[in-house]
């Protein structure tokens, strides 16, 4: 008889204000690649096939409801709000109580926490987060990173042997802790009901005064249980953003990201540095895009399409062998038919909504 599949959840936490964005924006709806930020950090939940999918909301609760209701992976998306900001323990006790009773007793289920605040994590990795941690057997396996300049990042304590030991927050640290290259990325894998017992026992005994998710790792280390951390490859696909500056860090690499993914697909770029492709955006083989055009939304480009130097092109539908003539802008469900021509600077303007993002 084959053991049953082990299942997993995820707690998406998108409660905090993100003050340094200085932003009425929630941080986690402010936009890279057409697409909130948070819905990026979806995107690649989604590729766990999660049992459920719970977002902690807390600031700007109503805006993250209306942007984030539906589902991911065919998967509706639930919300837990934090109506206090009282630290990242607090609120993935708010989420685990929103899970209660998902589970069936036979199996005691794993749980994925994450920051809404990643876009640049991809699917597989946390899929290799999850598969390390049930090969390894851990009570809590955490993603961690190692990089050059530790500064204001949680350190991964370790004892002689390797085995992690806690996580110390930089603020907490002290100064033999704050050489430590290896970081925490708030990323973790969690056997759920060792999770909400060790979340029982925290307390903000720290600079903050708030309950640190982080403290858990100790205290399963404290009861005996087993703690491990999985190395991510690329220390950037774990940043968080947490200002103007991030974001646009982020964005420039998630745009190369894209870029890369569509000139192997057969797209020519001629200048990709210059060019600006959406996550929703689709093109055919043997598109042409020139220097410093924008393709934005729901734009689709067919077969042999050129798309002219500066044009900007938003949710806009453009037919195979197309031709669209620099600095022309498409919008709103503009629509060009195969083998059409768009002279330079024309503005198209369909009739259909913008979708949400």
């Not at 069936?104 to 994925?112: E, N, R, S, Y």
């Not at 370790?158 to 290259?181: L, N, P």
């Not at 970081?183 to 309950?211: K, M």
Request: net charge negative; proline share 5%; glycine share 12%.
């Amino acid at each position: 008889m084959e053991s049953p599949v082990t299942p997993v959840s995820a707690v998406v936490l998108a409660a905090g204000q993100g003050t340094r964005m200085r932003s009425a924006r929630p941080k986690p709806l402010h936009v890279l690649g057409g697409r909130a930020m948070v819905r990026h950090v979806l995107d690649a939940v989604g590729g766990l096939a999660p049992e459920r999918i719970v977002v902690v909301v807390g600031h700007g609760a109503d805006a993250l409801t209306a942007i984030l209701a539906g589902r991911v992976a065919g998967v509706p998306v639930e919300f837990a709000e934090q109506a206090e900001q009282r630290g990242t323990g607090d609120a993935v006790g708010i989420a685990l109580a929103a899970l209660d009773g998902s589970v069936t007793d036979a199996v005691d289920g794993d749980v994925i926490v994450l920051p809404g605040d990643t876009p640049l994590l991809r699917p597989e990795t946390l899929q290799a987060l999850v598969g390390a941690h049930r090969r390894s057997g851990a009570a809590a396996t955490a993603l961690t990173a190692r990089i050059d300049d530790p500064t204001g990042y949680g350190r991964i304590v370790r004892d002689d042997s390797g085995a992690v030991t806690g996580i110390v927050e930089h603020a907490d640290a002290d100064a033999e802790q704050r050489r430590i290259d290896e970081v925490n990325t708030s990323i973790y894998c969690f056997r759920r009901g060792l999770l909400a017992d060790a979340l029982s026992r925290i307390r903000p005994d720290n600079a903050q005064g708030e309950w640190y998710l982080t403290d858990v790792i100790g205290v399963l280390h404290a009861d005996g249980h087993p703690v491990d951390a999985w190395v991510v490859d690329d220390p950037d696909e774990a940043q968080g953003v947490n200002d103007r500056a991030q974001l646009a860090a982020a964005e420039a690499a998630l745009r190369a990201r894209v870029n890369d993914a569509w000139m192997r697909a057969g797209v020519t770029m001629v200048d990709p540095s210059s060019t600006v492709v959406d996550v929703g955006v689709r093109l055919a083989r043997d598109v042409t895009v020139f220097s410093g055009a924008v393709l934005r939304g729901a734009t689709t480009i067919g077969e042999g399409a050129e798309i002219g130097p500066h044009a900007v092109l938003v949710d806009a539908t453009v037919g195979a062998g197309a031709l669209i003539g620099a600095s022309a802008v498409l919008e709103r469900g503009a629509t060009v038919e195969p083998g059409g021509r768009v002279a330079p600077l024309t503005h198209l303007v369909g009739d259909a909504p913008t979708p949400r993002q």
